[in-house]
């Protein structure tokens, strides 16, 4: 089966470092990527890994270990308007799953002042 | 002007309206999706569109219908909903299909059924 677990919600400060984390059981694996969802708005792309590593992006950074079925978000700095959902999606294998992405439920970040 | 626009932003019918959702694509990408997202639950894929053809159903009952007239445009049409289908339909697109490339999202409509 198919499964994208990540924690439902988390509460940070501002100014402060937060890692989100995900781990995955697919039958299939094409890359794995990081949406910031704001309330009533759409997912907008953060990240992308499809090779084992740190891929940092400003304030922004995931990593990911293929062998563990991990992957984490860190943000740094946070500042208040950091709170939205965070969703974590992988993509399936492109020839037995049409390289869909499927989607765990997102991390519901709250920056606290 | 936004990459991916979604018409209405909100949309309330009762069970035996019918109703259709509207996304247009302002990027030349060849690939569009339609997704539900409900409360507290993953996003679910229901269609993928590639080059105006239809390349996957994930087993989405018939009262949701696509149509894609042309790469820029995608509409969902709705008709004898039931109130389990309230939630958020969110439109992608992407550059091809089955590949590396992101998916950009519109800003969804959302929709409840009474």
């Known amino acids: 089966g198919q499964n994208i677990d990540q924690p439902t919600e988390m509460t940070a400060t501002e100014g402060a470092i937060v890692q989100i984390n995900c781990t995955y059981q697919t039958s299939g694996f094409n890359g794995l990527f990081w949406y910031q969802q704001h309330a009533g708005e759409a997912p907008t792309f953060l990240s992308y890994?499809?090779?084992?590593g740190l891929e940092e992006k400003g304030r922004f950074s995931s990593f990911l270990s293929r062998s563990k079925g991990y992957s984490y978000l860190l943000l740094k700095e946070l500042q208040m308007k950091d709170s939205a959902s965070y969703l974590c999606a992988v993509r399936g294998n492109v020839y037995n799953q049409g390289g869909k992405l499927i989607f765990g439920q997102g991390t519901e970040l709250s920056v606290k002042p | 002007e936004t990459g991916v626009t979604q018409t209405p932003r909100h949309l309330v019918m009762g069970m035996t309206n019918k109703k259709s959702l509207k996304c247009e694509q302002h990027?030349?990408?060849?690939?569009m999706y339609w997704y539900k997202q409900s409360a507290k639950k993953p996003l679910e894929l229901m269609f993928v569109y590639s080059l105006e053809e239809r390349v996957e159903n994930n087993s989405v009952p018939s009262r949701f219908s696509p149509e894609c007239p042309n790469s820029s445009h995608l509409f969902l049409h709705l008709h004898t909903l039931q109130p389990e289908d309230s939630a958020l339909y969110l439109c992608?697109?992407?550059?091809?299909?089955?590949?590396?490339?992101?998916?950009?999202f519109g800003p969804g409509t959302r929709l409840t059924v009474l």
């Open positions: 890994n499809v090779l084992d």
């Open positions: 992608a697109s992407s550059p091809d299909r089955g590949s590396t490339d992101t998916q950009y």
């Open positions: 990027l030349g990408h060849n690939a």
